[in-house]
């Protein structure tokens, strides 16, 4: 089993910057892909950034140029660097990560992080 605990989300005023953390723990199998989506209210779950365990990193067109993702494999943790940020990008954040076993690999989630872009 997988925990994944997100923290950093809360309000800040457009313009403004945030930084997301997500750790993850709990299982002696390496993690595979790791990133965040979102999802405002009254619309579908969408992909933010993702990056894999080698570094290969993809963006929404979204938040190209204003977010950054990256992460550290040493602690299992995956940062989201929140800049420039609209009132569109007001919405709950949920981590993911891929647990890679010998088995398959298998999808954990966090349980989000809200994150309020207002003046």
């Known amino acids: 089993q997988v925990q994944l605990v997100e923290s950093g989300g809360g309000l800040v005023q457009p313009g403004g910057s945030l930084r997301l953390s997500c750790a993850a723990s709990?299982?002696?199998?390496?993690?595979?892909?790791m990133g965040w989506y979102r999802q405002a209210p009254g619309k579908q779950r969408e992909l933010v950034a993702g990056i894999t365990n080698g570094g290969n990193t993809n963006y929404a067109d979204s938040v190209k140029g204003r977010f950054t993702i990256s992460r550290d494999n040493a602690k299992n943790t995956v940062y989201l660097q929140m800049n420039s940020l609209k009132p569109d990008d007001t919405a709950v954040y949920y981590c993911y990560g891929v647990l890679v076993t010998s088995k398959g690999e298998y999808d954990y989630w966090g349980q989000g992080t809200q994150v309020t872009v207002s003046s």
């Open positions: 709990g299982s002696s199998f390496s993690i595979g892909a």
